[in-house]
């Protein structure tokens, strides 16, 4: 019989699975993706193992290993399979090595995947900022292979109201930290000047649209003048019912690419702690019903960002995308948790920051550490200025 469970970390499986690659979901990982493996198998009981990843050892700091998971809703049954995401490359390979998928049927987290499906939810249920209205389109993929596209993006792009100031973006629907995206802050003065208008062609190749096309079309949005990126984790059942697990706010890279997360702790629950908080826990819970009707359940993430609006004022996105899958902030949530049971994260603790590729060796008084793993590393503080202090100092390597 196999582990319990038997976990998959088919991690960038949107772009082999939904781009026609021929990659195998198990294929080796990049040293900074296999630390992540490892990171997110200390969120399943002892006996999971990882299919094709290898091993590291138990977190020192973090005590005895538990027995059972971080959630009480993570998959702990002989003979099941857990991947990263849904996909049949993963149910296959899954059931290949004996094990039974425990997990949504790819077919439905593709539906709910599609950053088209966010989009769609949002304007239905009003949870899109009034400045955003008509700015943000949805491109097919037949669109794409037609060449219509290319007409609409310099329409769009020549119609963008003064206030966004002239940049835009084309993203995959299918994809994740920022790969594949293309004019990501090109601006429209730019973008005429290198030859660009009203049906004449893109700075960019057929090749480029056609990438785009494979990977179940485009969202055409302005490329915003962000504050904050967050992120809402939530858990949907199998009888729909929607769990907010914390809200954090992202640390990342200006392509998008991740690095950690960061939140605050009030009265146990993880927190963004800005004004925002409500509206993006209530945006989230909304998408997560609508995902559930889908037919979806399991682990997933909002990511919502506040930008500078119209009036320089600061408004909050609460819905950008539905990551539907476990995500960096499932991993981030589910080691503080351990770090909870463990005694580590203690009650003066009120900040915290999870880096997944390593912390800068600065020592305050209130500031404490706990290596992960080869390059991971969560630091709890007893303030949100510890935090940004270590942050301003190049705290994450």
Known sequence: MTPAPLLLPNFGAEER?????????????????????????????????????????????????????????????????????????????????GAAPAMPAPEIVRRVHDKAFAQEVASELGLSPGCLEGLIRILEPLELRTGVAVE?????????????????????????????????????????????????????????????????????????????????????????????????????????????????????????????EQELRGAAVKLGRAAARAGYFGPCGVDAFSFRGPDDAEVLRPIVELNARFTMGTIALGLLRRARAAGVLEGRHRAWLFSLRGLADVRREGLDFVPLGALSSLALAESEEAIDELLQSGGVA
């Open 152 to 276: 609409k993006i310099a329409e769009w792009i020549a119609s963008l109201p003064p206030w966004v100031r002239g940049s835009w973006t084309i993203k995959p629907r299918l994809g994740s930290s920022g790969r594949g995206r293309l004019g990501a802050g090109q601006s429209a003065e730019r973008t005429m000047a290198l030859g660009t208008a009203p049906g004449r062609a893109l700075p960019f190749g057929n090749g480029a649209l056609a990438r785009l096309e494979r990977r179940g079309g485009a969202v055409l949005e302005p490329w915003l003048e962000r504050h904050v990126d967050l992120s809402t984790q939530l858990h949907v059942a199998p009888s729909g019912e929607v769990e907010i697990l914390g809200t954090t706010r992202q640390v990342i890279t200006p392509s998008g690419v991740y690095l950690g997360s960061r939140g605050r702790i009030e009265d146990g629950e993880i927190v963004v702690g800005s004004g925002f």
């Open 17 to 97: 699975e939904y781009s026609n690659g021929a990659q195998k979901a198990g294929a080796r990982l990049h040293p900074i993706l296999r630390e992540a493996a490892w990171l997110w198998s200390l969120l399943f009981g002892e006996s999971a193992t990882s299919l094709g990843e290898p091993t590291g050892a138990w977190p020192d700091l973090l005590g005895m290993r538990p027995d059972g998971p971080a959630f009480p809703w993570l998959e702990s049954r002989p003979g099941r399979g857990v991947a990263w995401l849904s996909t049949k490359t993963a149910w296959d390979e899954l059931r290949g090595a």
